[in-house]
């Protein structure tokens, strides 16, 4: 393969990975947005000014996962392109696919009056934990 073909099929892996990056993400998004306008509207200001703050973490999360597979993306074509390091597969797409698993669960037991807001943001965050220890151990 000639040098035009190689560069021509490293930017497609980069722009497959950021595509499938991208997907994921923006169905997260509109997830969270659903979640965002359920709130507003289903409960009361105590509860939503109790849920605000987690919120806005999952939305500074969702902000860095999203700068996180670009990153994974360019590093993978920047590994191939200096040949330093055979790729592996990145599973964000499968921690990504548990976590959003995990708070549509803990969200239905809430909006089905199976626990309290308090509550809800602990199962979350405990699950989440949890999940992280046993992928890094």
């Known amino acids: ?8 099929a490293l930017l497609a892996l980069r722009g497959g990975l950021r595509g499938r990056f991208r997907r994921s993400f923006d169905s ?4 969270f ?8 509207h289903a409960v009361n200001p105590a509860e939503r000014a109790e849920l605000m703050p987690l919120l806005e973490e999952l939305q500074t999360q969702l902000i860095c996962l999203r700068r996180l597979g670009d990153q994974a993306s360019d ?8 040949g330093t390091c055979v790729p592996q597969p990145i599973d964000l797409l499968g ?10 669960e803990e969200a239905a037991v809430y ?27």
Do not use: K, P, W
Not at 1 to 8: A, L, Q
Not at 75 to 82: E, G, K, M, R
Not at 95 to 104: H, P, V
Not at 117 to 137: N, T
């Open 95 to 104: 921690q990504l696919r548990e976590f959003c698993s995990i708070l549509q």
């Open 111 to 137: 909006f089905a009056g199976g626990c309290s807001v308090g509550q809800a943001a602990e199962h979350i965050q405990s699950r989440a934990s949890l999940y992280l220890q046993e992928q890094y151990q």
């Open 1 to 8: 393969m000639d040098r035009r073909n190689e560069d021509t």
């Open 33 to 40: 947005e659903v979640l965002q306008d359920r709130l507003q």
């Open 28 to 31: 997260m998004e509109n997830a």
């Open 75 to 82: 590093a993978a074509t920047a590994a191939l392109l200096h």
